[in-house]
């Protein structure tokens, strides 16, 4: 069995947030006993992770870090035509990736115990995006 979908995620606003909850309303009819769900998200300022789900403060640690890595209106970007976030989203999405894989089983994700799906906005003012969600499975 293959299925796939396209949703748009709703906006959120720049930060990182856990969208388990998304994916799940999204894929809770056509999860197989086991298989492979694949993430793609059709963008190049945003991002997908795995990560921490429990404390918040993980969330907000890491966009700090993101920030000192990469910040906005550096004077030696090049690319500035779409203000001073796009570079340094590109940049945070190139370093994180636009994809993910999970394992299903017993018709449920396999991940870890504090492990969440994160939805990545790198952009301070962001269109809407759009995720691709494929499973195989049997």
């Given at each position: 069995?293959i299925?796939?979908?396209e949703?748009?995620?709703?906006?959120l606003?720049k930060g990182?947030?856990?969208?388990?909850?998304?994916i799940?309303?999204a894929?809770?009819?056509?999860l197989p006993e086991?298989?492979?769900?694949?993430?793609f998200?059709?963008?190049t300022?945003a991002?997908?992770m795995?990560?921490?789900n429990?404390?918040p403060d993980?969330?907000?640690?890491?966009?700090t870090l993101?920030?000192k890595?990469?910040?906005?209106g550096a004077?030696?970007?090049?690319?500035t035509?779409?203000?001073?976030?796009?570079?340094?989203?590109?940049?945070?999405?190139?370093?994180?990736?636009?994809?993910l894989?999970?394992?299903?089983s017993?018709?449920?994700?396999?991940?870890?115990?504090w492990q969440?799906?994160?939805?990545?906005?790198?952009?301070n003012?962001?269109?809407a995006?759009r995720?691709?969600?494929t499973i195989?499975?049997?």
């Amino acid at each position: 069995m293959i299925w796939q979908t396209e949703i748009i995620l709703p906006r959120l606003g720049k930060g990182l947030h856990i969208i388990d909850h998304i994916i799940e309303e999204a894929t809770l009819e056509n999860l197989p006993e086991k298989g492979i769900m694949h993430l793609f998200l059709k963008h190049t300022s945003a991002a997908l992770m795995i990560n921490e789900n429990a404390d918040p403060d993980v969330r907000n640690d890491l966009a700090t870090l993101y920030d000192k890595m990469a910040p906005e209106g550096a004077s030696f970007y090049t690319h500035t035509l779409e203000g001073e976030d796009d570079m340094p989203a590109h940049f945070k999405s190139g370093i994180t990736g636009v994809s993910l894989t999970i394992p299903i089983s017993g018709h449920k994700f396999n991940m870890g115990t504090w492990q969440g799906i994160y939805y990545c906005e790198f952009r301070n003012f962001s269109g809407a995006r759009r995720l691709v969600i494929t499973i195989y499975g049997e």
